[in-house]
């Protein structure tokens, strides 16, 4: 029997400035993300470039983590994917939101038994949002 597992597997938050966005998620999240090395063999050998932040996360649990990538083929920017970030509870992390560089669109808010959440815009452009049970 196959454990349920959330259907995202993977998560790329597209930035300009990696040493920015950095700070951003670090302060903003209280956490440390790591240089994820690239491997030779994943050179496209047409010029594009990029770097990769990985948020923790353990690879083999159910759900979903991901990276920071600044990538010459992908643009950071509003009106794409919205990526949730999970918390113990979200007022937490928009409260850092501001002083870490970004801006707060929605504070926490409820969503019925779905729990709470808000959305804000990092120091990239990217809208992400945060949520939590309580």
């Known amino acids: 029997m196959n454990t349920p597992q959330n259907p995202i597997a993977w998560t790329e938050v597209y930035v300009e400035d990696m040493t920015r966005a950095r700070k951003f998620y670090e302060s903003v999240l209280g956490i440390e993300m790591q240089a994820a090395e690239m491997p030779e063999d994943a050179e496209t050998g047409s010029g594009e470039s990029f770097e990769m932040l990985m948020f923790p996360g353990d690879m083999a649990a159910p759900g979903s983590s991901g990276a920071l990538v600044k990538s010459s083929m992908f643009q950071p920017g509003t ?31 409820s969503i019925g038994e779905y729990g709470f959440c808000g959305t804000c815009i990092d120091t990239e452009g990217n809208t992400i949002g945060f949520h939590s049970m309580k």
């Open 79 to 109: 009106g794409g994917t919205l990526v949730y970030f999970a918390c113990e509870d979200c007022s937490v992390e928009i409260s850092r939101v501001a002083a870490a560089g970004g801006k707060v669109l929605q504070e926490k808010m």
